[in-house]
């Protein structure tokens, strides 16, 4: 069976750095998610992309996120400043179509901002 | 705001006991709920939705307007049920879920 899969699994930076998470969706979805878990806490949303562009954004998504489909099958989210407080589990998601069809989610990427 | 909440960050039961987790939600519009399930060490995966009202693993969930609640249920729990649920909506304007915090259930043996 198809799975949404993503790297690293685990990404240790220092404060200010750039990170890029990466994630391959399923092949033939066409919507793509981030949300993000903070230790402890929910999972929430980040970010959806439909058609190459962003469809939906959180408050959390601000000037320092970006996503990025850069060629058929990778889906990239990029933190241009990390801050600690960005320390949390990165969860991509794809659907075949929009909600409220199923979200497949990938096994995350816990990232650690020293 | 849409919001929703699971009451119980922590439950245990004895295998072969009934068990409840409890979803409420706040929404002004229709919502479409979901629960999903963690099983240790692998990724959040689908158990149900209620639109498609069927039965999986033998957990069962059915949407209460009137209460503004879609709490999970099972008969008879099993060890292999031990994970994390997350109750989540769906507005009917977004694509975004809403999760809750999350309940771990613990079937004992």
């Known amino acids: 069976e198809p799975e949404v899969t993503q790297t690293p699994s685990h990404q240790v930076t220092q404060m200010g750095q750039e990170v890029i998470l990466r994630c391959v969706p399923i092949?033939?979805?066409?919507?793509f998610y981030w949300y993000r878990q903070i230790l402890g806490q929910k999972v929430e949303f980040l970010v959806s992309?439909?058609?190459?562009?962003?469809?939906?954004k959180s408050e959390i998504f601000d000037d320092q996120f970006s996503v990025e489909r850069p060629d058929g099958s990778n889906f990239t989210l990029k933190i241009r400043s990390t801050k600690l407080e960005d320390s949390a589990m990165y969860f991509c998601?794809?659907?075949?179509?929009?909600?409220?069809?199923?979200?497949?989610f990938g096994p995350g990427t816990r990232l650690t901002v020293t | 705001a849409q919001r929703v909440t699971q009451p119980e960050k922590l439950l245990s039961v004895f295998k072969g006991a009934p068990v409840e987790l409890k979803c409420n939600y706040s929404?002004?519009?229709?919502?479409?709920l979901f629960w999903y399930v963690q099983y240790s060490r692998q990724r959040l995966q689908l158990l149900l939705r209620?639109?498609s009202r069927e039965s999986i693993k033998g957990f069962t969930a059915d949407l209460n307007k009137g209460e503004t609640s879609f709490h999970l249920k099972k008969p008879f729990a099993q060890e292999e049920d031990s994970a994390m649920y997350y109750c989540?909506?769906?507005?009917?304007?977004?694509?975004?879920?809403?999760f809750g915090t999350g309940t771990s259930l613990t079937v004992i043996p």
């Open positions: 929404y002004s519009g229709s919502p479409e």
């Open positions: 998601a794809s659907s075949v179509q929009g909600a409220p069809y199923e979200q497949y």
């Open positions: 092949s033939n979805h066409l919507y």
């Open positions: 992309f439909y058609n190459n562009e962003i469809s939906e």
């Open positions: 989540a909506l769906v507005t009917n304007t977004g694509n975004q879920f809403y």
């Open positions: 209620h639109i």
